[in-house]
Structures are given as C-alpha cells and as structure tokens.
T-cell receptor, first 114, second 113 residues
Framework: DAEITQSPRHKITETGRQVTLACHQT?????MFWYRQDLGHGLRLIHY???????NKGEVSDGYSVSRSNTEDLPLTLESAASSQTSVYFC?????????????FGPGTRLTVT | AQKITQTQPGMFVQEKEAVTLDCTYD???????LFWYKQPSSGEMIFLIY??????QNATEGRYSLNFQKARKSANLVISASQLGDSAMYFC??????????FGAGTTVTVRA
C-alpha cells in the first residue's frame, strides 16, 4: 500500500544546530507540503513543492528550507534551530489536477529545541 | 486576513446525539475545495469529507455530512449519532487553485457517555 512516512518521529536538539526532517511518499504525488502545528494555530504551511526541482515558500518559511531532488522525498531543514521552532511537523502530499484531491498526511515529527 | 475561521474552540456532545461544527471561509477564487480532517489524541490527520465549490449537493460520508452554504461562505460539519471514538480535534481546511491548504484553528469535540 502507498504511504507517506516521516522520520524521526521525535527529535530533541539544541539551539543553533542544523536539523533535517525526512518525508517520503510512495503515492507518486507531484505535490508535497510541510506544515507545523502549534496550539491555537491549526496547521501552518512552511514550504511546498509541485514537482522535482520546484520549491516554494509558505506563510511561515523563515528559518526553514527544502529541496526536491526526486518525486518521493521532500526533506525539511532547520538551518539553525531556535526554541520558537519547537512544534509538531507534518508532511503531506497530493495529486495535481482538478478534483477533490485530499492531502495525505504523514504521522508527524515532534521536535523539541532546547 | 484569515481564510478559515472556526469559532468553537471546544464542544461537548452526548453519545448518540448529533453535533455541528462551524466553519466559515474567505476566498475570491471561484474554484476551491473544502475539507474536514479529524485529529485524535494519537496525532494523525484523518481525512473525513470533501466539498467542491461547484458541487450542487452537500457531501456525505457515512455519519459525516457537510452543510455547504456557498453564499454565506460556510461549510459546517455535521456528525450524526456521535460515538466515544469521535472525541478528537476537527479541522476545517480550504484548498484554492494552487493546491495549498489553509487550516482553521480547530474545534475539540468531547463525546460524553
């Protein structure tokens, strides 16, 4: 069965360190997204990609970067982790085209920056 | 401006009763879709139901129905015959033509036995 996975599921890091969160999907979806979830804010979009070599900034992109070298993966990098980046991070993917294509979400990564 | 507004932070419902979760949205895009997701305490995001902006009928999926009032820009979720397993956070989201989802802040539903 197709799926979307994230690793690690939990991560504790120190302020200033670089951290990379992995996202891998086997749906063969062109669209991939990274969100962060904080209490009272729902999910907010960090970065997204419509295909290989395509990346775009979302509403809360400062301090984060992504790269898309293949269809399956969209790793999220925190260049220099800050305590404000303590959050739960979700990766998602979806098809392109017209229609009610839902986004499929990964299980999430809980990141704590100390 | 907030694209999705969920005004009910938390709700209690008696088991076997129906509950309505409010959602209003704001967009100028003529083509959009509205989604509801459920997030139980385990944390995963579970897709529940979808309504397209051009759909003439309200969407239904089992015990879930979406009350779509386009002129009022509302897309309320109705859960009928509530079960204890329905206790969770519920998010309304909108996808515009760029495929991105905008989420509301969520509503916590607690089902009482």
């Amino acid at each position: 069965d197709a799926e979307i996975t994230q690793s690690p599921r939990h991560k504790i890091t120190e302020t200033g360190r670089q951290v990379t969160l992995a996202c891998h999907q086997t749906w063969n979806h062109n669209n991939m997204f990274w969100y962060r979830q904080d209490l009272g804010h729902g999910l907010r979009l960090i970065h997204y990609s419509y295909g290989v070599q395509d990346t775009n900034k979302g509403e809360v992109s400062d301090g984060y970067s992504v790269s898309r070298s293949n269809t399956e993966d969209l790793p999220l990098t925190l260049e220099s982790a800050a305590s404000s980046q303590t959050s739960v991070y979700f990766c998602a993917s979806s098809e392109s085209g017209d229609g009610g294509y839902e986004q499929y979400f990964g299980p999430g990564t809980r990141l704590t920056v100390t | 401006a907030q694209k999705i507004t969920q005004t009910q932070p938390g709700m209690f419902v008696q088991e076997k009763e129906a509950v309505t979760l409010d959602c209003t949205y704001d967009t100028s895009d003529p083509s959009y879709g509205l989604f509801w997701y459920k997030q139980p305490s385990s944390g995963e995001m579970i897709f529940l139901i979808y309504q397209g902006s051009y759909d003439q009928q309200n969407a239904t999926e089992g015990r879930y129905s979406l009350n779509f009032q386009k002129a009022r820009k509302s897309a309320n979720l109705v859960i009928s015959a509530s079960q204890l397993g329905d206790s969770a956070m519920y998010f309304c989201a909108m996808r515009e033509s760029d495929y991105k989802l905008s989420f509301g802040a969520g509503t916590t539903v607690t089902v009482r036995a």
